[in-house]
């Protein structure tokens, strides 16, 4: 089952332009984490957020989490074209002592020159 | 340090046949897991290993799926026999003890006519 319902579901851009995507989720979590997927590199880790974290950067990267609402959000300022990817929510918890993700739905980001 | 191999990289197989898959993780990680993708969805976790103790197989269907991981390093998943609705990219994963995230490998996408 999905955890988190990435909104919105597709999203198109012009390059310099900033690019939002929201996730929800029911349960909850350990940590937040966003993955970006394209053709040519796979599902590949973008940045963490834990629980008790409210905002995070990396880079071109701005990740925020209200766990009361239980929502993130995921900003790439100044986009380019090779942004262009499926954006993938996950949250976090432990199968006993392991990592356990769900991933959520995603968002399709393209991003036009 | 290498990333996670998996093969074959695509298979075209007719419904009932049969059909496996093979990983092999990042060395040291204790983690493994295998997802399914659908197109236009996101990943699904199939089944996951803690060195070579399964953690967590509620969503594999175990009728028709199978998996293991020997001496805890490389895996293998099977699909005995295969059904339409196995189409799909199947997404193998591993990480470190302790960690939270996760690396993928390329993925196997499976076509059943």
């Known amino acids: 089952s999905q955890q988190g319902e990435e909104d919105p579901q597709a999203l198109s851009i012009q390059e310099g332009e900033n690019a939002t995507m929201n996730c929800s989720y029911k349960?909850?979590?350990?940590?937040l984490q966003w993955y970006r997927q394209n053709s040519g590199r796979g599902l590949v880790h973008l940045i963490l957020?834990?629980?008790?974290?409210r905002e995070k950067h990396s880079g071109r990267l701005r990740v925020t989490l209200d766990t009361s609402k239980k929502s993130s959000s995921l900003l790439i300022t100044a986009s380019r074209a090779a942004d262009t990817a499926s954006y993938f929510c996950?949250?976090?918890?432990?199968?006993?002592?392991?990592?356990?993700?769900?991933f959520g739905t995603g968002t399709r980001l393209q991003v036009t020159l | 340090e290498a990333g996670v191999a998996q093969s074959p990289r695509y298979k075209i197989i007719e419904k009932r046949q049969s059909v496996a898959f093979w990983c092999n993780p990042i060395?040291?990680?204790?983690?493994l897991y295998w997802y399914q993708q659908i197109l236009g969805q996101g990943p699904k976790l199939l089944i996951q290993?803690?060195?070579?103790?399964?953690?967590?197989d509620s969503q594999l269907p175990k009728d028709r799926f199978s998996a293991e991981r020997l001496k805890g390093v490389d895996s293998t998943l099977k699909i005995q026999p295969a059904k339409l609705e196995d189409s799909a990219v199947y997404l193998c994963?591993?990480?470190?003890?302790?960690?939270?995230?996760?690396?993928f490998g390329p993925g196997t996408r499976l076509t059943v006519t």
């Open positions: 994963a591993s990480s470190r003890p302790q960690g939270n995230e996760q690396y």
């Open positions: 349960t909850s979590i350990n940590n």
């Open positions: 957020i834990r629980s008790n974290e």
């Open positions: 996950a949250t976090g918890g432990y199968a006993g002592t392991a990592s356990k993700l769900t």
């Open positions: 060395s040291g990680h204790a983690t």
């Open positions: 290993f803690q060195n070579n103790g399964v953690v967590d």
